[in-house]
C-alpha cells in the first residue's frame, strides 16, 4: 500500500534561517506531488505541484520554492524565511493516471519568530 | 479559478444532533473531496464524489453537480467528531495537475 511521510513534524526557525521540508511516498511510482500550506485562520492553499522529476509549477509567488530531485521525493525550501512563512505545511500526491484523488501527509507545523 | 464557500464556518451542536455542513463551488466539476482536520492539524480524506450520495459509518456525503453543492451529513453526533470540515474541488488552472482548492472549513463542535 502507498503511504506518505513528511518532516520534520513540527519546527521552530528564526526569521532570516533557511527551511527544508522533505516528504516521500512508498508504493507508488510518477506521482503527482503538491505542496499545501494553511496559514493561521486561513484556509489552505496550493503552492507548488509537480508532474515528474525537476518539473516544479508555481501556484503563488513567495519566498518559497520547491524540487523533485528523485520520482517520490518533494523538497520545499527557502533561503532566508519570514514571519509571514509560518503555517502548517502539507504534502500530498495523486496517481498520475486517475484523476481527482488525493492522498494527504501528516503535515509540517512551521513557526517562523 | 474555482470558488469555494462553506457554510457555516463555525458550528457547536449537543451530543446526538444531525449536523449539516453545505458547500458550494462556482466551476463545474467532476469530483469532490470533504476531508476533516482534527486539531493536530493531521488532514484525513472523507470522500471523493462525483455523483449521489456515498456513506461511511454516520457520515453521509452528497452532491449535486448540476447546482454545484454539495452536503455533508453526521448523524448521532459524537464529541469526536468535533474537528474542522473542508471541502475541496479540483482547480483546473493548474496546468492539468489538478491540484485542491479549498474552503475556509467549518469548525465543528460536539459538546456532551
Known amino acids: 500500500s502507498q503511504t506518505i511521510h513528511q518532516w520534520p513534524a513540527t519546527l521552530v526557525q528564526p526569521v532570516g534561517s533557511p527551511l527544508s521540508l522533505e516528504c516521500t511516498v512508498e508504493g507508488t511510482s510518477n506521482p503527482n506531488l503538491y505542496w499545501y500550506r494553511q496559514a493561521a485562520g486561513r484556509g489552505l492553499q496550493l503552492l507548488f505541484y509537480s508532474v515528474g ?10 519566498n518559497l ?21 509560518s503555517g502548517f505545511y502539507l504534502c ?6 486517475v484523476s481527482e484523488t488525493q492522498y494527504f501527509g501528516p503535515g509540517t507545523r ?4 | 479559478k474555482n470558488e469555494v464557500e462553506q457554510s457555516p464556518q463555525n ?7 444531525f449536523i449539516t455542513i453545505n458547500c458550494s463551488y462556482s466551476v463545474g466539476i467532476s469530483a469532490l473531496h470533504w476531508l476533516q482536520q482534527h486539531p493536530g492539524g493531521g488532514i484525513v480524506s472523507l470522500f471523493m464524489l462525483s455523483s449521489g450520495k456515498k456513506k461511511h459509518g454516520r457520515l453521509i456525503a452528497t452532491i449535486n ?29 493548474g496546468g492539468g495537475a489538478d491540484g485542491l482548492t479549498f474552503g475556509k472549513g467549518t469548525h465543528l463542535i460536539i459538546q456532551p
Not at chain 2, 458550528?11 to 444532533?17: F, N, P, S, V
Not at chain 2, 453543492?69 to 471541502?87: E, F, K, M, Q
Open chain 1, 53 to 62: 522529476i525537476g518539473q516544479i509549477s508555481s501556484e503563488v509567488p513567495q
Open chain 1, 65 to 85: 520554492s520547491a524540487s523533485r530531485p528523485q520520482d517520490r521525493q518533494f523538497i520545499l525550501s527557502s533561503k532566508k524565511l519570514l514571519l509571514s512563512d
Open chain 1, 92 to 97: 500530498a500526491w495523486k496517481p498520475r493516471r
Open chain 1, 110 to 113: 512551521l513557526l517562523v519568530l
Open chain 2, 11 to 17: 458550528l457547536t451542536a449537543q451530543e446526538g444532533e
Open chain 2, 65 to 93: 453537480i448540476q447546482e454545484k453543492h454539495s452536503s455533508l451529513h453526521i448523524t448521532a453526533s459524537h464529541p469526536r467528531d468535533s474537528a474542522v470540515y473542508i471541502c475541496a474541488v479540483p482547480d483546473y488552472s
